[in-house]
């Protein structure tokens, strides 16, 4: 069927090549392309699509479903990616497996970067290879059903025995279940598990060990090991998310991770080069996450910018044809800032992705000097980030009305995968709070004398304000952020202290200040995704694809400036918020002839959008049709229930 001739004219607007936008948000003409390429080749092989759609599957259908594909996936890996590129990997992942989790999900994203991190040479040589050839499949349990967020709290525990050098893991309490994991519940043979080092009855806090909890050929849990799934969630319910616990389970000593802690034969202690080297996991996760999330995010744009392209209702000036809802300038409000930060978190996601393997490479030299600073900026990015990509999608889906709440849209399980990154990795608030401590300590740094001290992400915490010329551009509303930050952060600082000048716990007083400080994260986490927006901007060559991203770039300062207005009220006037807001609606205007070229630009393809609104070829109708009547209830056209239920019901009525 050919395209729709909205869709058409939609694309002949654009004013840049798609592809060269594509170079950009990508990072390069070459990963683009392998993207492309990966994506074609993909879509000649018949056993990845799905067998049926997803969203009319149980969770069983689901987890098979995933399990067919992973088998097939094996066969062709070697030749559709370059294995040693994780780029190309997660994209192939994205591509066959969507996005409702899988099998081998934390087998990729946790457990092989546990082991990179965390293991000596001697243990990779061990189990790295055979993670990578997955010949094993692993999970990370950390979080138990009692404790996810306070991990000096974990139960589990690991305890030497000298005498077999041995470890002991057991799980004490019901609480101490671990919780949570991925493809812990049916799939994963190993697991990297979080547990308390105990020797000699002292407790040295949670360590990683290499566990496996089931046996390699029957594939049944081992002697000691209670393992299961947890049952259906929000969403990912393609993933076996699971429980685990011990009982007296031994392990030999060289299975705990030992990189960076040690125990030695003799039962002695080596300590690790940082407190924290042991939350490395998380801090990769979480450095991946703005990247994620900024293609959550577009995914749920394509479908809705699409739709609204050639979905028509209501009149503007012409009464001879309705008009497609994405003239609207209200639809347009609401959809087209998403846009931009999708753009924005993915720029971000590719700088922090960067700093973490940058990270990864000095902490295995010995340095770990930059720890501190990539958890302070991944725990507010991963909070910020994730709580604007629920808000766009949902954004999203009522831009695409009634049709968006049918899961024909998809945007539905995007949402709720998505929102999911607001809990996992870290609760947002807490995380909020745990980059909060790092700013209150840049400000005592300035109360100090030590500003020159201040990385560059915080220079700006020490600087006076000047005067907001607005018509200069970005760089100006950079300028209203970082006042908005710098006031803030201070501000609740100074609450803090007062509080606890007063006599309060440092607790008590960080706990009455949180709601200041958590603002405090934002508005600088927030700042500094301008702030990358701005410069990758600054750095694009092509000029047709610089100057919409500028154009894109006003859509964004403008709506967030807007967005923080109670924050910057003491700075400008209310004339120039008019201008604002004024330029804010004229950069709609401007980017509205390429907002399908914009989404277009993020190559999602149909496969793994499984959206029939979303469509690349926007026949969305005839093919909303043919979604529905392929429900498993429109198979028959009378329903055993209502044989069994409704018609005696209505008979008996009836007399
Ligand atoms: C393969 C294809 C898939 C496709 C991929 C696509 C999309 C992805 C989709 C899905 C992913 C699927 C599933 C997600 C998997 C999810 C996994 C998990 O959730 S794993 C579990 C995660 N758990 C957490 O994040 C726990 C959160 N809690 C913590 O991190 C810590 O407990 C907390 C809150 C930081 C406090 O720690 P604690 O040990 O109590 O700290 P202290 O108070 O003792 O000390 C605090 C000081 O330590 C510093 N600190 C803390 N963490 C770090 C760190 N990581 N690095 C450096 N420093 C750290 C902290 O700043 C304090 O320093 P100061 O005292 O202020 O100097
Ligand atoms: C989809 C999904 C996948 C997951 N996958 C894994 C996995 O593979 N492996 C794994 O180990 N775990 C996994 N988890 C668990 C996840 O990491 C934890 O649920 C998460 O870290 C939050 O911890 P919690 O559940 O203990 O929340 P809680 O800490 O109980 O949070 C409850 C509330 O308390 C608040 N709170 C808690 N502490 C503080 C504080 N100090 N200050 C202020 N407020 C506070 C929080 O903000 C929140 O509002 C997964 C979770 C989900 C949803």
Redesign the pocket.
Known sequence: MSENPDLTNERASGTFETNAMAAVIYGSEKFAQRRREITEAISKIPEFQDSHPLVFMSREEKISEACRKLAVLSNYWNSLIDTSDEEEA?HL??EVLGLE?HP???H???FIPSLIAQASDEQQEKWLGRAQRREIIGC?A??EMGH?????ALETTATFDISTREFILNSPTITSLKWWP?ALGKSANWSIVIANLIIKEHNYGPHPFMVQLRDEKSHEPLPGITVGDIGPKMAFNGADNGFLGFKNYRIPRENMLMRHSKVTSDGSYIKPPH??IG??S??K?RSRMAM?QGLFLASALVIAVRYSAVRRQGYLEDKSREVKVLDYQTQQHRLFPSIARAYAFIFCGFETIRLYDQLLIDVQNGNTSG??DL?ALTSGLKSVVTYQTGEGIEQARMACGGHGYSMASYISEIYGVAIGGCT???ENM?MLL?LA??LV?SIEMIQNGKSRELGPMVAYLAENESEIDLNLGPNEYLKVFEYAARNQTWRATEKFQKLRNSGMSNEEAWNQASVELTRASRLHTRLYIMSTFINHVGSIVDQKVKGVLIDLLNVHVTYEVMDIGIYVQGLLSSNQMDLIRNQLYVSLETIRPNAVSLVDSFQISDMQLRSVLGRRDGNVYENLFKWAKSSPLNKTDVLPSVTQYLKPMMEKSKL
């Open positions: 997660l992942y994205r989790g081998l999900a934390l990729e994203t946790m990370y950390q979080t996810g967020t306070n991990l000096r991925g407190a924290k939350y490395s998380m801090v996760v994620d720890m501190a958890h996992y990795e870290g807490v745990q401590r790092y300590k």
